[in-house]
């Protein structure tokens, strides 16, 4: 039995940060600009805080500034937006990233609304979601972005495909639907209301996981030979007692159906951290009237 190609997200995301460290030197040699990066957390979520570390190495590593800002679990909501209004005026700063999830006192859409649109590097901002549907340039979600770069590393084009988003967040489904759109495939986003969903996936030449449920896609949903991108990232424990991250699609059966899949980990993951570089350079570049660099 043939066993599909693995997208290896490792690989493109580290040719992606090449890329972008290629750009800031740059950036820095012909303008003496030095690309800025504030990240803001509030309270100590363990994940959270691994995550932080890993895109302040990221910054390190591809020349960029790192402004971390860790706030008590306790602090306002007023005070977040009073530092988020300061960080928008800072010329040090080229893009602002808020640390998800907030505590519950705290209104996650005021605060990502008082973020500067120029500097929203999540691309959550009302007014970058209503530009990516647009079609107008904005600064766009970094896992879709990830996806996408997947995805185009095994197709040369993506025009007339049928795909199928299973998950309707904010944060990835949504704005997955709007990139997929944007290159003229059919698109359906699938979630945990829709009818027949194993029958809908069947029909897709791409399928996207995102629902968060682990081993939730079956090899029997996936059309012989489509290709399959799994942002699914699950925490399980097993009898042992040993931990390991597993995605939303039952990779061990799957990949001998599919044409090309990604792995978990090391598929979509690494490629989150390597895009929100990538819009940190653009955010950069945008501010000062320069016209975009070349990457992925």
């Excluded at 570049?285 to 070349?294: I, M, S």
Aim: charged share 20%; with cysteine; aromatic share 2%.
């Amino acid at each position: 039995m043939a066993e599909a190609t693995i997208i290896d997200g490792q690989a493109i995301a580290a040719r992606l940060r090449d890329g972008v460290a290629a750009a800031v030197a740059q950036l820095h040699a012909r303008h003496g600009v030095t690309p800025g990066l504030a990240v803001v957390m509030v309270g100590e979520d363990p994940a959270s805080q691994v995550y932080v570390r890993s895109k302040g190495r990221a910054c390190s590593a591809a020349g960029i500034v790192s402004f971390e800002h860790r706030l008590p679990v306790d602090t306002g909501e007023d005070a977040l937006i009073a530092l988020i209004e300061q960080l928008n005026i800072d010329e040090r700063v080229d893009g602002i990233l808020v640390q998800l999830p907030l505590p519950a006192a705290i209104d996650p859409q005021r605060v990502l609304g008082a973020v500067d649109p120029r500097k929203d590097v999540d691309g959550f901002h009302p007014v970058n979601v209503g530009r990516l549907w647009s079609r107008l340039p904005s600064l766009v979600p970094c896992t879709p972005q990830g996806c996408m770069i997947l995805l185009r590393s095994v197709h040369d084009d993506l025009a007339g495909a049928e795909a199928i988003v299973i998950g309707r967040s904010q944060i990835v489904g949504r704005p997955l639907a709007a990139l997929l759109v944007a290159a003229d495939c059919t698109v359906t986003v699938a979630h945990s209301r829709s009818r027949d969903l194993a029958g809908l996936c069947c029909r897709a030449d791409i399928l996207i996981a995102a629902s968060g449920q682990p081993a939730m896609i079956k090899a029997d949903w996936i059309k012989p030979g489509a290709t399959v991108i799994d942002v699914g990232t699950n925490r399980i424990v097993g009898p042992d007692g040993t931990a390991r991250l597993v995605g939303d699609v039952d990779f061990a059966v799957a990949r001998f159906v599919a044409g090309a899949i990604t792995p978990v980990p090391g598929g979509v993951g690494p490629m989150t951290i390597a895009c929100l570089l990538r819009n940190t350079v653009i955010a950069a570049r945008r501010r000062r009237g320069l016209a975009e660099p070349e990457l992925a």
